[in-house]
């Protein structure tokens, strides 16, 4: 495991009408300088995690910092590694999450099952449709990797618990859509690399007053839940 040394010094914020800036520095072997345990764009800085007004990191410079007299040619012993924090911006692509919610209805034919007022039953050729809501709920998100085995495992899935204000089994995740926002990594001043490549992710939901599991049984004139399940319960929470 690679080992990221903080500077003392670091962790410097500054205060100016464009918002709120902070900056961490620390220094690793140049060899780990892109070790997973490396900062990534998108981290909240330590001191403003779970705040109203929360700092990402937004710019990471990598840079050779020391060399020892064994070294030659243009390499490094160690990389000096500086991350910026900064507060949200409209512009910023790193703090832009957004949500879409689209309603609808679907109609139901639910003439089997139900009487008239006399008594007698409702034929089911007569064509009677109620209409009940659909929620078509997208939420957008930039990040700087894509979770892939994530969403593969949970398409077509429901949700097992409580989610997005509605009970377990009455959202079903479509899918998501994903582009890459920009263009991975610019070299810069020859030796210095800046990370900007982040993922545009558009997480589909659908929403209705049922269970997924249920449907209409026309002779019963009720909703019904059907075994085996139609669709699997799954933790919809675990997506980023």
């Known amino acids: 495991m690679a080992t990221f040394v903080e500077h003392f010094g670091s962790r410097r914020i500054e205060y100016s009408s464009k918002g709120i800036e902070a900056t961490r520095i620390w220094h690793t072997n140049w060899a780990d300088r892109n070790a997973p345990e490396r900062v990534k764009?998108?981290?909240p800085y330590p001191?403003?995690?779970?705040?109203?007004?929360?700092?990402?990191?937004s710019n990471i410079v990598i840079q050779p910092w020391a060399r020892s007299s064994s070294t030659t040619g243009e390499a490094a012993d160690l990389a000096l590694i500086t991350a910026t924090y900064t507060s949200p911006d409209p512009d910023n692509p790193i703090f832009n999450i957004s949500e879409s919610i689209d309603?609808?209805?679907?109609?139901?034919?639910?003439?089997?099952?139900?009487?008239?007022?006399n008594g007698t039953t409702v034929p089911s050729n007569i064509g009677q449709s109620i209409f009940f809501p659909l929620v078509e709920y997208t939420i957008t998100k930039s990040m700087a990797e894509l979770p892939l085995g994530t969403i593969?495992?949970?398409?077509?899935?429901?949700?097992?618990?409580?989610?997005?204000?509605?009970?377990?089994?009455?959202?079903?995740f479509m899918g998501a859509r994903a582009q890459i926002e920009s263009g991975g990594y610019i070299?810069?001043?020859?030796?210095?690399?800046?990370?900007?490549?982040?993922?545009r992710v558009e997480y589909k939901f659908i929403l209705r007053p049922q269970d997924w599991n249920y449907i209409w049984n026309k002779q019963a004139g009720t909703w019904m839940k059907t075994y085996p399940y139609l669709y699997a319960y799954a933790p919809l929470e675990m997506l980023p």
């Open 47 to 57: 001191e403003t995690e779970g705040a109203t007004m929360e700092l990402r990191c």
């Open 41 to 43: 764009l998108g981290d």
């Open 187 to 199: 070299p810069y001043q020859g030796t210095v690399v800046t990370q900007t490549s982040l993922y």
């Open 152 to 172: 593969y495992s949970l398409c077509g899935r429901i949700n097992a618990s409580h989610f997005l204000g509605v009970p377990r089994g009455h959202v079903l």
């Open 103 to 117: 309603f609808s209805v679907e109609s139901l034919n639910v003439a089997g099952g139900r009487q008239w007022a």
